[in-house]
T-cell receptor, first 114, second 112 residues
Framework: NAGVTQTPKFQVLKTGQSMTLQCAQD?????MYWYRQDPGMGLRLIYY???????DKGEVPNGYNVSRLNKREFSLRLESAAPSQTSVYFC?????????????FGPGTRLLVL | GENVEQHPSTLSVQEGDSAVIKCTYS??????FPWYKQELGKGPQLIID?????GEKKDQRIAVTLNKTAKHFSLHITETQPEDSAVYFC???????????FGKGTKLSVIP
């Protein structure tokens, strides 16, 4: 049981390039989330997916798109990367039986945009 | 929306002493309050949580207290050990909400 996995672990992009961050969970969780973490800012929600087939904006969605590919996978896409998107990105998921609020995090993707 | 404030931002304690981290929240409808520990280079890990129908919860050396009237909750770590050194985050969530609002974190250093 790997929990929440994220790929890649680290990525360097040039301004204007695009990329997709991948996230998968093997815990049969219904809900999945994407956060970004910046120094002194804590964790801020970008997008979430309450269940397969649905996605909703969080606190900081501008510049990002998401796809809930199936129950296991939730991807985050940067269409045209900007230096302000340099951050650490975390994916999380939550199980249905203990309440939607309990979230379990992946190891993160460190993104540097030059 | 919900706003969560966390204090202090840094905390240094001697090994064996206790550490206390405090958070306040703004939305009286919030009813779920988890605490996460984040070690360097890793994702946040849930260490304890409390719901609004409970005033205190303990798990070995870790305890969380909740004061709904004052809208604040605290993490207490007793008999601290060097492996407790990490960044700790509090968070709050409303009834039926998918969104957790996080505090900005407390960097705890336990000095051997």
């Amino acid at each position: 049981n790997a929990g929440v996995t994220q790929t890649p672990k680290f990525q360097v992009l040039k301004t204007g390039q695009s990329m997709t961050l991948q996230c998968a969970q093997d815990m049969n969780h219904n809900s999945m989330y994407w956060y970004r973490q910046d120094p002194g800012m804590g964790l801020r929600l970008i997008y979430y997916s309450a269940s397969e087939g649905t996605t909703d904006k969080g606190e900081v969605p501008n510049g990002y798109n998401v796809s809930r590919l199936n129950k296991r996978e939730f991807s985050l896409r940067l269409e045209s990367a900007a230096p302000s998107q340099t951050s650490v990105y975390f994916c999380a998921s939550s199980p249905p039986r203990t309440g939607r609020e309990t979230q379990y995090f992946g190891p993160g993707t460190r993104l540097l945009v030059l | 929306g919900e706003n969560v404030e966390q204090h202090p931002s840094t905390l240094s304690v001697q090994e064996g002493d206790s550490a206390v981290i405090k958070c306040t929240y703004s939305d009286s409808a919030s009813n779920y309050f988890p605490w996460y520990k984040q070690e360097l280079g890793k994702g946040p890990q849930l260490i304890i949580d409390i719901r609004s129908n409970v005033g205190e919860k303990k798990d070995q050396r870790i305890a969380v207290t909740l004061n709904k009237t004052a809208k604040h909750f605290s993490l207490h770590i007793t008999e601290t050990q060097p492996e407790d050194s990490a960044v700790y985050f509090c968070a709050a969530s409303g009834a039926g909400s998918y969104q957790l609002t996080f505090g900005k974190g407390t960097k705890l250093s336990v000095i051997p």
